[in-house]
């Protein structure tokens, strides 16, 4: 582990030093400064909630762009955005099944899920979190992952960072594309899309749809032996209507259901087994909203509702009782965002956020088939403004303000601070300050096990870095610091045994906020066109991460399910003929199941194989073999992970 003593620290510190003195060393900026030409750059929306070229963001953002999602033949948004740096993943068995993603070693429910601007984090959910088991990549325009607390202009939830996945703005004449693929465990997938555009009205549908048989949830090696599998169909919508050349109204909606089969624990022995149970769980995403601009341009205002549900249900066929979990969580929140561009170098802006929240969860038994459900709401309103100013052309900053009030823990303020400094013409420099915040879920609040005097839980971080660029960007290296310390975190505090006034009053256990955690690292990233026709991309973060809570019992272990290291890598090369090949490889180390640190998750190396042929302009075979060394590994404890799967498709765009 690169920081796990002082020893660990001056190597970490001397490697950054090095690569830092590398990626600023003078002769090889300068061979970047003789041949640097005119490029497209790359546009990020979330760091700053405006369109932004990436060199003008101080936050670290990487941004996934539709061709590189087309490339990877991914099928789960969370194994894309796993390939980024600072970003881990586990999985609950196949495809499907529970995911969660950690930016930067935070807690899976500290990373805020938008689409389109609209959040989709489950109210309902214990702790608030987002399942990526059922988001479906499906032609998307980018996804943008911004590591680091962004709670000033989002809210709550942006401690360990944001994913936001965005779809396209319908253009031009009437065209789409269908896609077709197959694969190991009987696993098939339809996905396509449809837009037009014109001056007044354009539109976009997409849609998609995903079988499989899958694997065991619990692992074939301790024991699983019946087939989990996995059913999704989902599809988004995006609507644009300009009522004059000054006002235009959009509409968007994302919806999907998805039914996956899992394992349980069963009485009475309540050990992990093989057993029939699954669930279902629907999802919606919507947004409506006017645009309207004023003063040539320079004001931009928008208004919207956007309203988010969430529907799960569980079932264990064996059981008197079929429906064992039963819950709903819907959000409507009401903002309106103002953007004054009062120069060239000066943009403010100011936005209000009324959000209300809504649950009801039931957990129905054989002791009690009809339980009373948990039912509860909570409202919080926001006002934010931030300023972002170019002082001299080199330099970008950008400094903001958050502050909210909520119904139960009252008000709440947040700030931060970036800065980019394009140092040479291939040379930028990067830092950034930020807090983060997230207000308590509606179960933890109102739940049996509920605490109404909760408080947020708090966060502050910083992050700096370098990116050079050689060779006319055919060469990008870029490393980031990054240390954030997390206060006031909610957990559960069991009662067994224990006779405090506060378990005399709850005897089943409490939610209270108790622990606090430090996460800090390295994060590298490589991009390199290494000849006409070869391109090679890489990451590599080491990351620390550490209960610091005093007089708790995990204090100085490591955070659960956190690997000390990632790494991914991608080596590609389009032949002459039409024909792309690609081998991927994805590195996690060990890391811990448990957070007393007691069972180990060892470390594992995926190796991918993809190749894609277009035999024409507009028709595409493709294929690929995923974990193709079949290595066994496990992300959480127990459960099951694919082994070597072979998947092959066609795309035909019109």
């Given at each position: 582990m690169l920081f796990a003593g002082p020893t660990a620290r001056r190597a970490s510190s001397r490697l950054l030093a090095v690569t830092v003195s590398l990626l600023l060393h003078p002769a090889l900026a300068a061979t970047a400064a003789e041949s640097q030409a005119d490029t497209v750059e790359d546009v990020v929306v979330t760091a700053n909630r405006i369109e932004q070229q990436t060199s003008r963001v101080g936050d670290s953002v990487t941004l996934i762009s539709a061709n590189e999602q087309r490339r990877s033949q991914k099928t789960a948004v969370s194994d894309l955005v796993a390939m980024t740096p600072g970003v881990t993943m586990t999985r609950n068995g196949g495809i499907g099944a529970t995911s969660a993603l950690r930016i930067r070693g935070a807690e899976t429910d500290q990373t805020l899920v938008l689409i389109d601007g609209v959040k989709v984090n489950d109210p309902a959910q214990a702790s608030g979190g987002f399942n990526f088991g059922n988001l479906i990549a499906t032609e998307y325009s980018q996804i943008e992952v911004l590591r680091g607390p962004q709670s000033t202009l989002w809210g709550s939830q942006a401690i360990g960072g944001i994913v936001h996945i965005v779809t396209p703005v319908p253009e031009g004449p009437l065209s789409g594309s269908l896609a077709m693929e197959g694969g190991t465990h009987n696993t098939a997938f339809v996905r396509g899309y449809a837009q037009a555009g014109g001056d007044r009205f354009a539109w976009r549908v997409a849609g998609g749809y995903l079988t499989s048989d899958g694997i065991s949830a619990l692992s074939r090696e301790r024991g699983g032996r019946e087939q989990d599998g996995y059913r999704n169909v989902g599809f988004n919508a995006r609507g644009i209507l300009h009522i004059t050349d000054n006002v235009s109204a959009e509409v968007r909606s994302t919806w999907s259901d998805g039914r996956s089969e899992y394992d349980g624990f069963p009485a009475p022995l309540y050990i992990f087994v093989d057993t029939p149970e699954h669930d279902k769980t629907e999802e919606l995403a919507s947004y409506a909203g006017l645009n309207i601009t004023a003063f040539d341009g320079r004001l931009e205002n928008r208004i919207g509702f956007a309203y988010t549900?969430?529907?799960?249900?569980?079932?264990?066929p064996s059981s008197s009782v079929p429906i064992t979990f039963d819950s709903n969580g819907?959000?409507?929140?009401?903002?309106?965002?103002?953007?004054?561009?009062?120069?060239?170098?000066?943009?403010?802006?100011?936005?209000?956020?009324?959000?209300?929240?809504?649950?009801?969860?039931?957990?129905?038994?054989?002791?009690?088939?009809?339980?009373?459900?948990?039912?509860?709401?909570?409202?919080?309103?926001?006002?934010?403004?931030?300023?972002?100013?170019?002082?001299?052309?080199?330099?970008?900053?950008?400094?903001?303000?958050?502050?909210?009030?909520?119904?139960?823990?009252?008000?709440?303020?947040?700030?931060?601070?970036?800065?980019?400094?394009?140092?040479?013409?291939?040379?930028?420099l990067?830092?950034?300050?930020?807090?983060?915040?997230?207000?308590?879920?509606?179960?933890?609040?109102?739940?049996?096990?509920?605490?109404?005097?909760?408080?947020?839980?708090?966060?502050?971080?910083?992050?700096?870095?370098?990116?050079?660029?050689?060779?006319?960007?055919?060469?990008?290296?870029?490393?980031?610091?990054?240390?954030?310390?997390?206060?006031?975190?909610?957990?559960?505090?069991?009662?067994?045994?224990?006779?405090?006034?506060?378990?005399?009053?709850?005897?089943?256990?409490?939610?209270?906020?108790?622990?606090?955690?430090?996460?800090?690292?390295?994060?590298?990233?490589?991009?390199?066109?290494?000849?006409?026709?070869?391109?090679?991309?890489?990451?590599?973060?080491?990351?620390?991460?550490?209960?610091?809570?005093?007089?708790?019992?995990?204090?100085?272990?490591?955070?659960?399910?956190?690997?000390?290291?990632?790494?991914?890598?991608?080596?590609?090369?389009?032949?002459?003929?039409?024909?792309?090949?690609?081998?991927?490889?994805?590195?996690?180390?060990?890391?811990?199941?448990?957070?007393?640190?007691?069972?180990?998750?060892?470390?594992?190396?995926?190796?991918?194989?993809?190749?894609?042929?277009?035999?024409?302009?507009?028709?595409?075979?493709?294929?690929?073999?995923?974990?193709?060394?079949?290595d066994e590994y496990e992300t959480v404890y127990e459960y099951g992970t694919l082994g070597r799967t072979y998947y092959g498709g066609i795309r035909q765009r019109f």
């Open positions: 549900e969430t529907d799960r249900q569980n079932f264990d819907s959000n409507g929140r009401w903002e309106y965002q103002g953007t004054w561009r009062f120069s060239d170098r000066l943009t403010g802006i100011v936005g209000l956020e009324s959000e209300r929240s809504e649950m009801s969860s039931a957990s129905p038994t054989t002791f009690n088939p009809t339980p009373t459900p948990i039912a509860d709401d909570v409202q919080i309103d926001s006002v934010y403004g931030q300023v972002t100013a170019t002082p001299i052309d080199a330099v970008t900053v950008s400094l903001g303000v958050r502050h909210d009030d909520h119904d139960t823990f009252g008000s709440n303020t947040t700030n931060r601070a970036s800065i980019a400094w394009s140092a040479t013409s291939s040379t930028i990067r830092a950034s300050y930020g807090e983060g915040f997230k207000a308590p879920t509606l179960y933890q609040l109102y739940s049996l096990y509920g605490n109404v005097n909760l408080e947020p839980e708090q966060a502050e971080s910083w992050d700096a870095g370098v990116e050079q660029r050689w060779f006319d960007s055919k060469l990008v290296l870029s490393a980031t610091y990054f240390d954030r310390d997390t206060d006031n975190m909610i957990d559960f505090v069991s009662c067994f045994g224990v006779s405090t006034p506060e378990c005399l009053a709850k005897p089943d256990g409490y939610y209270e906020n108790v622990q606090m955690t430090n996460a800090k690292g390295v994060e590298l990233a490589l991009t390199a066109q290494l000849t006409e026709r070869l391109a090679l991309s890489a990451n590599y973060t080491s990351m620390d991460t550490e209960n610091i809570a005093r007089g708790t019992r995990n204090f100085g272990r490591s955070l659960r399910r956190r690997p000390d290291e990632t790494a991914n890598a991608q080596l590609s090369y389009d032949w002459p003929v039409g024909l792309t090949t690609t081998v991927a490889v994805q590195h996690a180390g060990r890391s811990y199941e448990d957070s007393a640190n007691m069972e180990v998750l060892e470390g594992y190396t995926l190796v991918d194989f993809r190749a894609s042929y277009a035999v024409t302009d507009s028709f595409e075979i493709y294929g690929r073999v995923e974990n193709a060394f079949d």
